[in-house]
């Protein structure tokens, strides 16, 4: 069972700092992927990156910035955090992101 | 572009009656892939079941699904539900060739099961 792991799983944020959200993968797959879960909307899908180097925008990339330093790591960058950015958001991988990690619960003050 | 329709946002059933949870979807591009993923509350979503051929059901846990292109449809059924089936469900689609594997999804539907 490939393993996606995320951190961290639970955060509170000001408005108008920085949130780095962080996403790790051990099973080699070059796709990875960042959604946020809102309800009424499903996921939805923010970044995303073919392997390391490589980030492509999805279909809401506003206010949030990828980096894909590594194979195995994916980051999500919301370098000013604002109120309608609280959301659960969820990181996956594999060749359509079958592969979900656990969450992280982001609430912006 | 591309999009998923799922127009129930909550089905809400009680156990031991049959299951079916609708799926639509649109692409310009033939070969579509059809998903659905299960996410159970505190749990991340995961696969279900995936399909890429007309007219073949699919099967996966007790669920079962068939791919229709001519109807652009990818429903999900179940002939009896159990109340561990409450949770929500997304359809997704991917175009593999023209999308290099970007999934959408459509906004989910929500089910709950009843004693």
């Known amino acids: 069972e490939a393993a996606v792991t995320q951190s961290p799983r639970n955060k509170v944020a000001v408005t108008g700092g920085k949130v780095t959200l962080s996403c790790n993968q051990t099973?080699?797959?070059?796709?990875m992927y960042w959604y946020r879960q809102d309800t009424g909307h499903g996921l939805r899908l923010i970044h995303y990156?073919?392997?390391?180097?490589?980030?492509e925008k999805g279909d809401i990339p506003d206010g949030y910035k990828a980096s894909r330093p590594s194979q195995e790591n994916f980051s999500l960058i919301l370098e000013l955090a604002t109120p309608s950015q609280t959301s659960v958001y969820f990181c996956?991988?594999?060749?359509?992101?079958?592969?979900f990690g656990p969450g992280t619960r982001l609430l912006v003050l | 572009g591309d999009s998923v329709t799922q127009k129930e946002g909550l089905v809400t059933l009680t156990e031991g009656l049959p299951v079916m949870l609708n799926c639509t979807y649109q692409?310009?591009?033939?070969?579509?892939?059809l998903f659905w993923y299960v996410h159970y509350l505190n749990e991340s979503p995961r696969l279900l079941l995936k399909?890429?051929?007309?007219?073949k059901r699919t099967e996966h846990q007790g669920f079962h699904a068939t791919l229709h292109k001519s109807s652009s449809s990818f429903h999900l059924q179940k002939s009896s539900a159990q109340l561990s089936d409450s949770a929500l469900y997304y359809c997704?689609?991917?175009?593999?060739?023209?999308?290099?594997?970007?999934?959408?999804f459509g906004q989910g539907t929500k089910l709950s099961i009843k004693p």
């Open positions: 996956a991988s594999g060749e359509t992101g079958e592969y």
């Open positions: 099973n080699n797959h070059n796709n």
């Open positions: 990156s073919y392997g390391a180097g490589s980030t």
């Open positions: 692409t310009i591009y033939s070969n579509a892939f």
């Open positions: 399909s890429s051929t007309d007219n």
């Open positions: 997704a689609l991917s175009d593999r060739y023209y999308n290099q594997g970007k999934l959408i």
